[in-house]
């Protein structure tokens, strides 16, 4: 499988025309305005068909501070956001990034992560591998952890990873590369292209038809889809579930006959059908 990979830069602002492989940015929020990327930016990326997600970092140890400081970089994260047209339902990261050793660290660490994301936005946590464990625990989950004191591990908890070294050929710029490991979840903002295909309408009644699965890298979305239906799938364990209970596991075109939609029933057949995960 292709690996769906974004980096993550401070100062540097790479020109989205010459991203490569990578499928968008992770930029900062900062009281440092110019680590911040401008509106310009940001609508470059997305006029490039790029995802564009935001992280929360003054300093390095600013997350000593607390629920306190939680709060007012929440605070002053979401104010940033709203007046830059971040949309309100995005989720935005605050930076830990240093080791956390001890038990009152954690609870430090843990305190200032639920102050940022108490004031708007849903606040979502960056840093090692025990973090990332510890914040889901706390019903923080879909963090980004830095390979950085991590050892070898990867958490279950993580959306998005932050590699040692960069795979894809190296692109201008000081960044990391990160590999998305959950897209519907990572927390990236897209801006759908004009050409971006939608959905098409249930048809009445259909006959056996071929279906496989496809993701809408605009959003993230899985599809089931077919000659004149598409089925959105809120996340890939809903399309393994499906695959499964249909017997349809093989890979590739599957043939699908009407009861096995029984699923998919909908009351009005123009709108597409949306799975519960």
């Known amino acids: 499988m292709t690996e769906y990979l974004v980096i993550d830069e401070a100062w540097s602002k790479t020109p989205p025309g010459q991203l490569g492989a ?15 990327a401008s509106d310009t930016y940001v609508a470059a990326l997305h006029a490039a068909g790029k995802g564009v997600g935001f992280v929360f970092e003054d300093a390095a140890g600013r997350w000593r501070g607390g629920n306190a400081a939680g709060r007012a970089d929440g605070l002053f994260a979401n104010t940033w956001a709203d007046a830059h047209g971040v949309p309100a339902g995005l989720p935005l990261y605050a930076a830990v990034d240093q080791d956390v ?20 936005r849903s606040g979502r946590g960056y840093g090692e591998y025990d973090l990332i464990e510890r914040l889901a625990a706390a019903g ?3 963090g980004w952890q830095a390979c950085a004191w991590s050892g070898s591990r990867i958490s279950s908890h993580a959306a998005v990873y932050q590699r040692l070294t960069h795979t894809a050929p190296t692109v201008p710029g000081s960044y990391d590369e990160d590999i998305v490991l959950d897209l519907a979840d990572a927390g990236l903002w897209f801006v759908p292209s004009t050409d971006q295909p939608s959905p098409q309408p249930i048809p009445q009644s259909i006959g056996e038809i071929d279906m496989r699965v496809v993701i809408d890298v605009s959003t993230g979305r899985e599809y089931l889809t077919g000659v004149g239906v598409a089925f ?15 017997g349809q596991a093989q890979a590739g075109p599957q043939k699908v006959a009407p009861a096995s939609l029984a699923n998919f029933a909908h009351t009005n057949p123009a709108e597409p059908i949306g799975w519960a995960a």
């Open 232 to 246: 959105w799938l809120s996340s890939k364990a809903a399309v393994d579930d499906w695959l499964v209970a249909t």
């Open 22 to 36: 990578y499928h968008g940015a992770f930029v900062y929020i900062s009281r440092d305005a110019s680590k911040c």
């Open 101 to 120: 050793v001890t038990a009152a660290d954690f609870a430090t660490a843990l305190a200032y992560i639920q102050g940022f994301g108490s004031v708007k």
């Open 140 to 142: 923080i989950d879909h």
